[in-house]
């Protein structure tokens, strides 16, 4: 009985990791687009069944202090560390959208969907009007 007990528990616990790991939910790396360096960490979240992304680290450490002096209202001359740029997406299907993303350095926002790309990538397409004219960045899920 406490050989099943222990089997039910390692199953369990295992489907546990399993699901988290085909989550968005989460961190993940960020790369910049013409260098491929490694840019920030986002934190995933959701927050009454929607999705945001706060970045939480700067890897740069000549940019720690940067702020967004580019952003609209009230996102205007935040530091970047701390900073939500996904904001309210909904899942649909594999995939979560009808949000925005935040470009920090433009300060323009746009539409959004992210989607896994396995377990450990996370595509993140922001786009004016159709999803075809956008770009698509993948990032790296941080274990």
């Known amino acids: 009985m406490k050989r099943i007990k ?5 199953a369990f616990l295992s489907g546990s990791i ?19 360096d490694a840019k920030s960490i986002v934190e995933i979240t959701e927050k009454d069944g929607k999705i945001y992304g706060k970045i939480i680290e700067i890897l740069n450490p000549t940019k720690k202090n940067d702020k ?17 740029i996904i904001k309210g997406l909904k899942k649909d299907g594999k995939e979560y959208s009808d ?6 350095v433009s300060g323009k926002l ?10 450990d990538k996370l595509d993140v397409r922001g786009y004016v ?9 993948t990032w ?4």
């Open 99 to 104: 949000g925005k993303i935040l470009d920090p």
């Open 68 to 84: 967004c002096t580019k952003c609209p209202d009230q996102d205007k001359d935040k530091p970047l560390q701390g900073l939500t």
């Open 140 to 143: 790296s899920r941080v274990k």
């Open 18 to 36: 399993s699901i988290y790991a085909q989550s968005v939910i989460g961190k993940w790396k960020t790369f910049d687009d013409k260098t491929g």
């Open 129 to 137: 009007g159709i999803s075809a004219f956008g770009r698509t960045q």
């Open 6 to 10: 222990i089997l039910f528990l390692f």
């Open 110 to 119: 746009y539409k959004c969907t992210i989607s896994l790309d396995g377990s």
